[in-house]
């Protein structure tokens, strides 16, 4: 058979029915650029593995995305992992979420706590809480995924507390943090291979320069503000910051006099098709999202799976050289880099961004606590009032029911009376 068609091929050409060659050739030409652009745009996979079995990880952003598909491959390792979320561990989709974590990757030691990145005081409470603990608890990884990102053309948004909000949940809030659980993370035993995981996006490249001198009193308020430039600004500074704090935790003597165990990995996972991305590509918007279902096909050939944007951050935490020397890499492509600028490493600059964020934090948390404190003396004085109000219409109504009782009894004497003066006389007769 084969051999027949090969004959006929030979003397009598092509069959009717066979493609036209050209048209076959332009087809495969296609699908393999397809191919092979999916293949270079997806990334690399992360060649490293380190058990993870009882790690305790806690990780922000960990409900979505990258952070989702990070949290799952940690838990399928079996390690603890902390979800630090913005809603409370008893929110019904929250504790869906985790229940359907811990049934596909047979891991119980999933968990989540409350911690609202747009809130400083619920980051202290929680990071207090963390510190507070004797003996210090254990910490392999602490791994900062959440991230805030205003769509094109959208407003500026402030926190509740009046901070712009990237600024707040990107930088400041990871500031606060690290900065409340750095005894935890120092106290750690030294044979532990602590690691501090910071995401990053190469939008940091285009950022503004660093201009700490002109920040508002909460965040940035220039004239210039634009989602674009907000976003890549809260990402340089959180790398600046990153760098100041392997420094800060290298100057740590240990008690056992033993070099520092804990390093900071700063990762960029490329770009990615996560529901972060989807929100800036759409604008927010209906027809937005209609364009990008449209345009799907375009957008899932560019862009990364979250599993594989998670991969650099799986390298950053299983590579076992970057457990090793000097803290502060750049991670991309699951392979060390080097930082496209050079304000990243000025000390200087670390050193004002600090200062101006202690100093941000400490008036915003003062303010805070005394507006608590105000909240919670008027809430006393309205329980009062409300106590006293009770209390008297209590006794009114107390006072009421002794008048009611007291009108029943005059009214019902004269009638007793009649009623013993007919007895009276019924007797005398
Ligand atoms: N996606 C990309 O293409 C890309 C590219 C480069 C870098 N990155 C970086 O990779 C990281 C993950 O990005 P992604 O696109 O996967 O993020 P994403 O899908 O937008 O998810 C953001 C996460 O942050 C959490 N979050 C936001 N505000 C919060 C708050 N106030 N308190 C607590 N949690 C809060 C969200 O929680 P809810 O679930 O409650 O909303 C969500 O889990 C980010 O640091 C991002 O900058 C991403």
């Given at each position: 058979m084969p051999l027949a068609f090969v004959t006929s091929l030979y003397?009598?050409?092509?069959?009717?029915?066979?493609?036209?060659p050209y048209r076959l050739l332009k087809v495969t030409a296609t699908l393999t650029t397809l191919a092979a652009t999916k293949w270079y745009t997806s990334g690399r996979r992360n060649p490293s593995e380190r058990n993870m079995h009882g790690r305790v990880v806690l990780i922000t952003g960990g409900t979505s995305g990258i952070g989702a598909a990070t949290a799952l491959a940690l838990a399928q390792r079996g390690a603890q992992v902390v979800l630090l979320t913005r809603q409370p561990a008893s929110d019904p989709f929250l504790v869906e979420y985790v229940d359907d974590l811990r049934r596909r990757t047979g891991n119980q030691l999933v968990y989540a706590e409350q911690v609202d990145l747009a809130d400083l005081y619920s980051v202290r409470q929680f990071a207090t809480r963390w510190i507070d603990n004797a003996p210090p608890r254990r910490l392999d990884m602490v791994v900062l995924c959440a991230s805030a990102m205003v769509p094109p053309g959208g407003e500026r948004v402030a926190t509740p507390e009046g901070v712009e909000g990237m600024w707040m949940v990107n930088f400041l809030a990871n500031f606060h943090l690290l900065g409340i659980l750095s005894p935890a993370i120092r106290a750690q035993p030294f044979d532990r291979d602590v690691r501090i995981v910071v995401p990053t996006c190469s939008s940091y490249i285009a950022s503004p320069k660093l201009d700490v001198e002109a920040m508002g009193r909460k965040g940035w308020l220039d004239e210039e503000w634009t989602p674009a430039r907000a976003y890549a600004r809260s990402k340089l500074a959180l790398m600046i910051f990153a760098k100041a704090y392997q420094k800060h935790l290298d100057a740590y003597k240990r008690p056992d006099q033993l070099p520092m165990n804990a390093r900071v990995v700063l990762v960029d996972p490329g770009l990615a098709r996560t529901p972060g991305t989807r929100r800036w590509l759409t604008r927010g918007s209906l027809w937005g999202l209609l364009l990008y279902l449209v345009f799907y096909l375009l957008v899932w050939v560019l862009l990364k799976s979250p599993t594989m944007a998670a991969q650099s951050l799986l390298y950053a935490m299983m590579e076992s050289s970057l457990g090793r020397g000097a803290g502060g890499r750049l991670v991309k492509e699951c392979m060390e880099v080097d930082c496209a600028r050079k304000d990243v490493d000025d000390e200087d600059e670390a050193k004002k961004l600090w200062e101006a964020s202690d100093k941000l934090i400490e008036r915003v948390e003062k303010e805070q606590a005394l507006k608590r404190a105000r909240a919670k003396k008027e809430q006393e004085k309205r329980d009062e009032e409300a106590k006293n109000a009770a209390q008297v219409e209590e006794i009114e109504s107390l006072i009421g029911s002794i008048k009611k009782g007291k009108a029943k009894e005059a009214k019902e004497a004269p009638k007793k009376g009649g009623k013993k003066a007919k007895t009276a006389g019924n007797n005398v007769k």
């Open positions: 003397f009598d050409g092509l069959p009717p029915w066979f493609p036209d």
